[in-house]
T-cell receptor
Framework: NAGVTQTPKFRILKIGQSMTLQCTQDMNHNYMYWYRQDPGMGLKLIYYSVGAGITDKGEVPNGYNVSRSTTEDFPLRLELAAPSQTSVYFC????????????FGQGTRLTVV | GIQVEQSPPDLILQEGANSTLRCNFSDSVNNLQWFHQNPWGQLINLFYIPSGTKQNGRLSATTVATERYSLLYISSSQTTDSGVYFCAVAPESTLTFGKGTMLLVSP
């Protein structure tokens, strides 16, 4: 059972480039989340989804977009990368109906130069 | 939104010592989790504990929901316990994280 899988693990982007961070989970969880972690800080919520076709903004959504076409996948899109988006990104999932414990992926370390 | 405060912010221990980490939160919650972020950055689930007491080996946790705090106990600490410990709470469906307690256990 792989849990929550994120790709890539590391990426360097130039200012203005775009990329998609991939997240997939195999636990049939209906809730999925994207967080970012800046140095010395806790995690902040970017976007979340309560099920396929439904997404909502978190605390820090500016500069990001998401989609949720399937239960398993929840990609995060950066359209015009900025240095302020240098961070570690974590994807998570949980099952609201049965068990609200959230499980996290291993993170994607992104540097924008 | 809900506020989450963790204390202490930093803690240095000798191997074998015990410690207590605290998490205070400002509103009622349906979910409370403790995580350990290891030196490689991985977030490891320690406890899902919106109320009550749980134990797992040398670690235990207690949440007093009516008084809006949770405690994480680490006994007989080991160098592998080093890292950052996060408390995260959810009034409804999304977790809000505290800033963490950085723990260093020296041999």
């Amino acid at each position: 059972n792989a849990g929550v899988t994120q790709t890539p693990k590391f990426r360097i982007l130039k200012i203005g480039q775009s990329m998609t961070l991939q997240c997939t989970q195999d636990m049939n969880h209906n809730y999925m989340y994207w967080y970012r972690q800046d140095p010395g800080m806790g995690l902040k919520l970017i976007y979340y989804s309560v099920g396929a076709g439904i997404t909502d903004k978190g605390e820090v959504p500016n500069g990001y977009n998401v989609s949720r076409s399937t239960t398993e996948d929840f990609p995060l899109r950066l359209e015009l990368a900025a240095p302020s988006q240098t961070s570690v990104y974590f994807c998570a999932s949980s099952n609201r109906q049965a068990n609200t414990e959230a499980f996290f992926g291993q993170g994607t370390r992104l540097t924008v130069v | 939104g809900i506020q989450v405060e963790q204390s202490p912010p930093d803690l240095i221990l000798q191997e074998g010592a015990n410690s207590t980490l605290r998490c205070n939160f400002s509103d009622s919650v349906n979910n409370l989790q403790w995580f350990h972020q290891n030196p490689w950055g991985q977030l490891i689930n320690l406890f899902y504990i919106p109320s009550g007491t749980k134990q797992n080996g040398r670690l235990s946790a207690t949440t007093v929901a009516t008084e809006r705090y949770s405690l994480l106990y680490i006994s007989s600490s080991q160098t592998t316990d080093s890292g950052v410990y996060f408390c995260a709470v959810a009034p409804e469906s999304t977790l809000t994280f505290g800033k963490g307690t950085m723990l260093l256990v020296s041999p």
